[in-house]
């Protein structure tokens, strides 16, 4: 048994978290109203209904259309109970599409698919994910998607595509509809590791020309951001394998081929995820670099400095032992002649470590 873990995408045993189970979830700012709609597959074209009522979903059972129910926000888990009871879902499905996060899953029971993905973005700084779980069911004449975060269309993209097929799809294309839709959640992975491969380079450069504990922290969130993308993408391989051996009756040769593509899809996003975690791990080792690099520079001006002043050192210490005897202390010029020599000592030495590089900043910028 599994605890849901609020605003996190990963959720973890009862018995590795304290207290009870929680009466409900607190979200920041709330949840998003529930608004149900619905597309309506004619002979003559798609229609749209927006705004529908509960009382409206009998009327749309009953012409035997096929149906793709749309419900966005879950403010109201009363409301999609009610609309998942009058279109029958079975009451085991209820719990994966209303609690939230679920771990992302693709099933089958009987003549239901269920889908239960997240959708990924990135926040204002690029180092933190945005999850926003999107539920998909799969009935005998009819789809269903619930999610979590509403936007002002739903799908809008594949909305669209599908006004303009003529002819417009019939029950068949269902099982279509469905892998178009967890292709477009998935396919909005490959930006957002683009902008963290983007992100990652940013970081390399800062590594090698300002080096800051605060960098290698941001290093680390983006490590953890392709952490959750794995551990959102990598169960769906396995479950899609298993759902292609058993030959679900609802998902017709096109669908399965998809689904085939889906599995190749999910492989890429997971190897894309390992390749950029090495490129995390390439902006530690600049930043340890860069900073043993400056190191090194400290420690050479320090030996520079210590070798100039080491004979200045000595000549005013011989010089300033108390022996009566000493002929140079009488030289009308001694004073003088002393600070010469100590001035061309140390100018030779200058020049002689110049010569042999010593001078030379192996961390300053470069073009």
Known sequence: MTRIDPGSLRSRPLDARPGGLPASLFVHGGRAPTQLSALVFLPTGMQARDALQLEDLPGLLADRRPLWIRLQGMADPALIRAVLGRLGVPPAFHAPLLEVPQRPRVDSLGDVVLAILHRLSCSETTERLVGEQVGLLLLPNLLISIEEVPKPRSFPELTQWLASLD??????????????????????????????????????????????????????????????????????????????????????????????????????????????????????DAYMASISNRMNQVMKTLAIVSSIFAPLTFIAGIYGMNFVAMPELKWAYGYALVLVAMASVALLQSYWLWRRGWFQDWTALRR
Not at 215 to 244: C, E, F, K, T
């Open 167 to 284: 002819p417009p799809p019939t029950r068949e294309d269902l099982d279509d509809i469905l892998h178009f839709l967890i292709d477009e959640v998935l396919d909005d992975l490959f930006p957002l590791l683009e902008k963290l491969a983007d992100r990652l380079e940013a970081l390399e450069e800062e590594a090698l020309r300002h080096p800051t504990p605060r960098l290698l922290n941001r290093a680390y969130d983006v490590r953890g951001s392709l952490r959750d993308i794995r551990g959102q993408v990598w169960p769906l391989r396995h479950q899609i394998m298993v759902l292609l051996r058993q030959t679900q009756r609802l998902l017709g040769p096109e669908a399965l081929h998809g689904f085939q593509d889906m599995e190749q899809r999910v492989g890429l996003i997971f190897e894309g995820c390992e390749l950029l975690r090495r490129q995390c791990d390439s902006v530690t």
